[in-house]
């Protein structure tokens, strides 16, 4: 079992910038990749990004290129998402989801865990 804690949630004015944190614990050994996912009021979940634990090999959606950024810190067996020039449809309930194996990276079904989600809310 691998269990994932988000952390770094918040409000920000269209603009500014959030770090988002995902601190995995239990069988990280297992996890193959760690992503982002978020869902806003009314609408789907959608991927965001995604890096492989070992390699480091990223993934991003289109909302996200160029403005976010995804890293990760084996020694803390934490994963950050840098958020910048956030726009007030970037709004949502942020996920990070680990998964076990290789697929379609930006397929939630793919990921096995997740954790309980932060908020974010930019205002414009």
């Known amino acids: 079992q691998v269990q994932l804690v988000e952390s770094g949630g918040g409000l920000v004015q269209a603009g500014g910038s959030l770090r988002l944190s995902c601190a995995a614990s239990?069988?990280?050994?297992?996890?193959?990749?760690v992503g982002w996912f978020r869902q806003a009021p009314g609408k789907e979940r959608e991927f965001v990004a995604r890096?492989?634990?070992?390699?480091?090999?990223?993934n991003y959606a289109d909302s996200g290129q160029g403005r976010f950024t995804i890293s990760r810190d084996n020694a803390k067996n934490t994963v950050y998402l840098q958020m910048n020039s956030l726009k007030p449809e970037d709004t949502a309930v942020y996920y990070c989801?680990?998964?076990?194996?290789?697929?379609?990276?930006?397929?939630?079904?793919?990921?096995?865990?997740w954790g309980q989600g932060t908020q974010v809310t930019v205002s414009s």
């Open positions: 989801a680990a998964t076990t194996v290789i697929g379609p990276y930006g397929l939630g079904s793919k990921y096995d865990y």
């Open positions: 239990g069988g990280t050994i297992s996890v193959y990749a």
């Open positions: 890096i492989t634990w070992t390699g480091g090999w990223t």
